[in-house]
């Protein structure tokens, strides 16, 4: 089981990046994919989620409206556009599986967990 995000990098205030999470070793039709991240010194944060079928996405506050989730299961990729990024969001980004669960409570019980990208947001 392999859940691998990528796509972070240095990014202005303002500007966007998009995110990808290739996943494998499972069947990512029966799991919903959630959204993390953690910023130095702070506990980890669920930025939002999305079911297995996909539908409407669960985000947090501090990011609905900038941020977008979507999933492609014939690609088994999951992506997180961000956009008007703040330096607020500078973090590290992961992405987890968790099985049958809906949101809003796909950032619960996560059952697998990737490897995270960074995420940095300065001029």
């Known amino acids: 089981v392999q859940l691998q995000a990528s796509g972070g990098g240095l990014v202005q205030p303002g500007g966007s990046l998009r995110l990808s999470c290739a996943a494998s070793?499972?069947?990512?039709?029966?799991?919903?994919i959630g959204w993390f991240r953690q910023a130095p010194g702070k506990e980890r944060e669920g930025v939002g989620c999305i079911s297995s079928r996909g539908g409407n996405p669960y985000y947090a506050n501090s990011v609905k409206g900038r941020f977008t989730i979507s999933r492609d299961n014939a690609k088994n990729t999951l992506y997180l556009q961000m956009n008007n990024l703040k330096p607020e969001d500078t973090a590290v980004y992961y992405c987890?599986?968790?099985?049958?669960?809906?949101?809003?409570?796909?950032?619960?019980?996560?059952?697998?967990w990737g490897k995270g990208t960074q995420v940095t947001v300065s001029s």
């Open positions: 987890a599986a968790a099985y049958g669960r809906r949101p809003p409570f796909c950032l619960d019980s996560m059952d697998y």
């Open positions: 070793g499972f069947d990512l039709d029966y799991y919903a």
